[in-house]
């Protein structure tokens, strides 16, 4: 079975693991910084991860 991911899914998984390869390291990262190192749209990035956040509270 192959399971297809949405492109707002990918791109999520994909800023979730740019924070968590920093993790450990204390660092913090700007969404200017995850998009770049991601090749994420900044803008796009910042409002799918107000909606992930939205969900966590």
Known sequence: M???LSGRTKYALMAMLEL??????GETLQ??????????PDR???QLLQLVAGFSG
């Open 2 to 4: 192959i399971l297809e």
């Open 20 to 25: 968590a390869s920093i993790y450990d390291t």
């Open 31 to 40: 969404i200017r910084q995850i998009a770049a190192a991601q090749n994420i």
């Open 44 to 46: 796009y990035l910042e």
